[in-house]
């Protein structure tokens, strides 16, 4: 048997401040008989992301998950937590000594990581 694999793509916006965003688009594998998000659906996202010059954050996930509710109800958003956090993962080798941020706690550092290449 073959089984066929599906892909839509969502636009939507990443929170890096409390005051800022930058564009995303998700690509996300559905299998047959799933059904699409509806508009304005607020989510949980796990994917691996490419970042080309100049452009939209291209991100494929790997899980995706909605948060319940209908999205077009009024007060949908009340029942969301308010958790805007981002977390980056990233593997690869540390290629210089860390230094201290302006802040004198973070640590800032150059890391080298495997290429991530999408379409």
Do not use: H
């Amino acid at each position: 048997t073959t089984s066929l694999s599906y892909y839509c793509f969502y636009e939507s916006m990443l929170p890096i401040t409390n005051d800022s965003t930058v564009p995303l688009q998700l690509r996300v594998y559905i299998p047959p008989g799933d059904s699409l998000l509806q508009d304005d659906t607020i989510v949980r996202v796990f994917g691996r992301i490419f970042t080309p010059p100049s452009s939209k954050i291209l991100m494929d996930v790997m899980s995706i998950v909605p948060y319940p509710g209908d999205p077009a109800s009024d007060n949908y958003e009340e029942n969301i937590p308010n958790d805007t956090s981002v977390a980056i993962w990233g593997m690869g080798a540390v290629v210089n000594n860390a230094e201290y941020g302006a802040d004198s706690k973070t640590r800032l550092f150059d890391l080298a990581v495997s290429d991530y290449v999408r379409d």
